[in-house]
């Protein structure tokens, strides 16, 4: 899949890759803007701002947008989390000229009118009582595991809801919003058309200020959520892990993740029909109703790397305390498991590479990062490339990083572990 790339005078990375034959593309425009950029009154922001995608914007209403991009076969979808927030525009290829100022108003001509805002805060409401508990735990788990901005959950508060203002909004997007940290992608549409596009974005050709960072730190925490006794029990665990900065260690904890087991693979239709994946499944013995996966979550400068866990109340403890013992040593991992875990990386790789908006969100990433992978297959040679030996010191110094431990737990919160039981074990 060949790519073009480019950088505007204002800041803005362009990259457009062309696949072979595709009848569907996708237009990403991505700022690195996400819930930890959120400071005081804008706590929660982005939240609303993907809850707003499709609200009324300078150049089009909600009603237009819904209509016309759906009745040209088109979507325009938002995606966030900590560190980034997306808009992308999947469409025919044929259909892009018609649509493409749709997305560029949706990602950069936001009003949020108060109006608008308060019709969004029943959504809002709604998005909090369905987020799935594993969902919900893997984002406590953050927040247990860093003071600072990344504390900063991707979820609106509960208890912000009522309060949010069109006005944070507009000033979190005018802080934010900026060329220096937008990229435009695009997959399936000429290189020609992405640059225009780009150029849209923003008029002005010079750089703007730089933004203030502000720098996180572990702090070794502990969060619950009650779900109340005796119901099924999510936990997770994790370390400090690494950023998207350094390609090449990146590549080692994905490694590391899927040789330790990153979910079941699925044979059937039943949720019961799924082939375990060693060697955390080998933790669960005969116990049905218990799974394990290991994850790694990568941000600009660093990450997290952790195991989460669902299983019934009455195992939740040994649960706990298997998945705490496993994650303090990773690094027992051998060399046969790590290859495994490589082969795993690169299945996945190449499933990644069937959708047109994964690769168009992932050119972005890897944009914004100043990475050069145009493909899966580009990704699967790196993958081939790292040294078992290599990926073993990566798995040595998660091991380390046990001392700064942090546990989220959502279920049934009174029969777990409490922290200092968990920490001193």
């Known amino acids: 899949m060949e790519v073009q790339r480019s950088s505007l005078l204002n800041g803005i990375r362009v990259a457009a890759a062309k696949p072979q034959g595709s009848q569907m593309g996708a237009c990403t425009i991505m700022y690195q803007a996400g819930s930890r950029y959120e400071i005081d009154d804008e706590l929660g922001a982005t939240h609303f701002i993907r809850a ?47 649509l493409k100022n749709y997305l560029l108003d949706t990602a950069v001509r936001g009003l949020f009118h108060q ?57 979190f997007t005018s802080r934010n919003f900026k060329t220096d940290q937008c990229t435009v992608t695009s997959v399936g549409i000429p290189f020609e058309e992405t640059i225009k596009l780009a150029e849209m974005v923003e008029h002005r050709r010079e750089l703007p200020p730089p933004r203030c960072e502000m720098c996180s730190f572990p702090r070794r925490g502990y ?7 005796n119901t099924t029990t999510w936990l997770c665990v994790v370390v400090p892990g690494c ?16 040789a330790c087991g990153a979910g079941n693979t699925q044979t059937g239709q039943h949720s019961y029909d799924r082939m375990p994946l060693t060697p955390l499944a080998l933790m669960a013995g ?20 952790g195991i ?56 972005a990433l890897a944009a914004a990062n100043n990475a050069q992978i145009d493909s899966a297959k580009d990704a699967m040679t790196m993958v081939d490339s790292t040294c078992a030996a290599d990926v073993r010191t990566a798995a040595a110094c998660l091991s380390r990083k046990s001392c700064n431990m942090a546990f989220a737990v959502v279920g049934d919160v009174g029969i777990v572990p409490h922290e200092w039981e968990l920490f001193r074990s």
């Open 223 to 229: 969060e619950t959520y009650d779900l109340g006794p």
């Open 115 to 171: 109006w608008e805002i308060n019709d969004l805060k029943r959504i809002v409401k709604d998005d909090l009582h369905r987020i799935h508990p594993e969902q919900r735990v893997i984002d406590l788990a953050q927040r247990a595991c860093w003071g600072g901005p990344l504390s900063n959950s991707i979820f609106c508060e509960p208890d912000r809801v009522s309060g949010m203002l069109g006005d944070s909004l507009v000033s």
């Open 286 to 305: 005969d116990d049905l109703h218990t799974e394990y996966k290991a994850f790694n979550i990568s941000y600009q400068e660093t990450g997290v790397f």
């Open 243 to 258: 950023g998207t900065c350094d390609m090449n260690c990146l590549i080692k904890h994905a490694i590391i993740a899927e």
């Open 52 to 98: 707003a995608s499709s609200a009324t914007c300078r150049g089009y209403s909600t009603y237009a947008k819904t209509r016309f991009v759906a009745q040209q076969g088109g979507a325009i979808t938002c995606t966030g989390d900590r560190q980034s927030i997306a808009f992308t525009l999947k469409c025919p290829v044929t259909k892009f000229p018609l």
């Open 308 to 363: 989460v866990a669902k299983t019934r109340a009455c195992s939740a403890w040994n649960v706990a305390m298997a998945a705490s013992e496993f994650l303090t040593n990773v690094a027992d991992l051998d060399f046969k498991q790590i290859e495994i875990g490589k082969r795993r990386l690169q299945l996945n790789l190449a499933l990644h590479q069937e959708d047109c908006v994964n690769i168009c969100e992932g050119l």
